[in-house]
């Protein structure tokens, strides 16, 4: 049972243009998301994160979106760059007992930024 | 300069065999993690160390044993591998337990002959 779901495996998007990755969630314990940036052969790296306590989080080009009531939060990249293509995976975490560290990820969007 | 460091990078053996995959960070961070990202490409978590003692336990097989000697390296061993086993394993560092941004390792591609 998937608590995080990223419903598209792939995007494709041309450079300077908006990249918007969506990720749902079905957990309302919830309160905590981030964004994971993976390129092949590496690592995730840490892109951005949002608490629920807040619907926007904004750093350079990427902004982070949350709404709480629909379960459902996205990641625009503006302007995308040919750098920016990899695959980006949400993940959420609950904030209690010790349980802040148990990541659930979503299954992954490969973006494509076509120069 | 590398934050969090496993190694092999590759690991190739046959079913019934033991290994083990060392991760090491150098960040000063209290608390590691295990992923297993299978070949339906989903990371989920399976151990999480704080100050050398175990914090998070999914439902893994008791074949896989974590072994943190202290906070800075979190080794993974398994026995008696299955062709199931095979995966990408992910070591991970935060903070602390309260910091939900985890730093990952570059992986480690297990295939089980």
């Known amino acids: 049972d998937q608590q995080v779901k990223q419903n598209s495996p792939s995007l494709s998007v041309q450079e300077g243009r908006i990249s918007i990755l969506n990720c749902d969630y079905t957990n309302s314990m919830f309160d905590y998301f981030l964004w994971y940036k993976k390129y092949p052969a590496e690592g995730p790296t840490f892109l951005i994160s949002i608490s629920s306590i807040k619907d926007k989080n904004e750093d350079g080009r990427f902004t982070v979106f949350l709404n709480k009531s629909a379960k459902h939060l996205s990641l625009h990249i503006v302007p995308s760059q040919p750098g920016d293509s990899a695959v980006y995976f949400c993940a959420a975490s609950e904030g209690y007992g010790g349980s802040q560290g148990n990541l659930i990820f979503g299954k992954g969007t490969k973006l494509s930024v076509k120069p | 300069d590398t934050a969090v460091s496993q190694t092999p990078k590759y690991l190739v053996t046959q079913m019934g065999n033991d290994k083990s995959i060392k991760c090491e960070q150098n960040?000063?961070?209290?608390?590691m993690y295990w992923y297993k990202q299978d070949s339906k490409k989903f990371l989920k978590i399976m151990f999480s160390?704080?100050?050398?003692?175990?914090?998070i336990n999914e439902t893994v097989p008791n074949r896989f044993s974590p072994k943190s000697p202290d906070k800075a390296h979190l080794n993974l061993h398994i026995n008696s591998l299955e062709l199931g086993d095979s995966a990408v394993y992910f070591c991970?560092?935060?903070?602390?337990?309260?910091?939900?941004?985890?730093?990952f390792g570059p992986g480690t591609r297990l295939t089980v002959l």
């Open positions: 160390y704080n100050n050398k003692e175990l914090i």
């Open positions: 960040l000063g961070h209290d608390t």
């Open positions: 991970a560092s935060s903070q602390d337990v309260t910091q939900r941004e985890q730093f």
